[in-house]
């Protein structure tokens, strides 16, 4: 669509560099009955002429026909600058999408590592809580042998009562 426009506007800006370089076909010297002009199109309404000036080919078309291309000109959605501007404007915003993607691939890969370091962190957090549960389990063997009936105060107390009784008894027996 806005290269059929620039086309047409290429042709039309054309048209009218050439009517400004031409002169009227109605001079002294370039009238339509001397030069051999020939009409070449008929162009909404307007008739152009076809001339050669100073060995130059070139068209003549009216005023009116020229303010009408102006007045086109002037209402034509983009300029040729514009149109460049737009241009690179894509170009840059196609540049800003390239970047996006690398930058979503690198979020992807960052995902991707996390990932594995999450698995491997998980890993070591299982390992540490078996440790720990055996290390619990060894605490609880410990302290159930620590209360064991065999450690208690009150046993100890009365094996010792009975073999110091013991001794007091059975020595002076066995020396006499």
């Known amino acids: 669509m806005i290269r059929v426009k620039f086309k047409h506007l290429y042709v ?3 048209l009218f560099v050439f009517s400004l370089v031409t002169p009227s076909p109605l001079s002294a010297e370039n009238s339509v009955g001397n ?3 020939v009409v070449v199109d008929d162009w909404d309404g307007y008739d152009s002429v076809a001339l050669v000036h100073r ?3 070139g068209i003549w078309f009216p005023i009116a026909m020229a303010n009408d291309i102006l007045s086109e000109l002037k209402h034509c959605d983009l300029s040729a600058i514009e149109f460049h501007l737009q241009e690179e404007k894509l170009h840059l915003l196609d540049s800003q999408l390239k970047l ?3 930058r979503i ?3 992807y890969s960052a995902i991707s590592l996390s990932k594995k370091l999450e698995d491997k962190m998980q890993a070591t957090i299982d390992l540490a809580e078996s ?3 055996r290390s619990d389990e060894a605490a609880r063997r410990a302290e159930e042998a620590k209360n064991a009936w065999y450690r208690h105060p ?3 107390l009365g094996v010792g009562v009975v073999l110091t009784s013991a001794c007091f008894i059975f020595v002076p027996l066995a020396s006499n």
Do not use: E, I, P
């Open 35 to 37: 030069s051999g002009a």
């Open 55 to 57: 060995g130059k080919n």
């Open 131 to 133: 440790s720990r549960h």
């Open 105 to 107: 691939q690198d979020l």
């Open 100 to 102: 996006k993607d690398r």
């Open 154 to 156: 009150v046993l100890w």
């Open 12 to 14: 039309v800006s054309l």
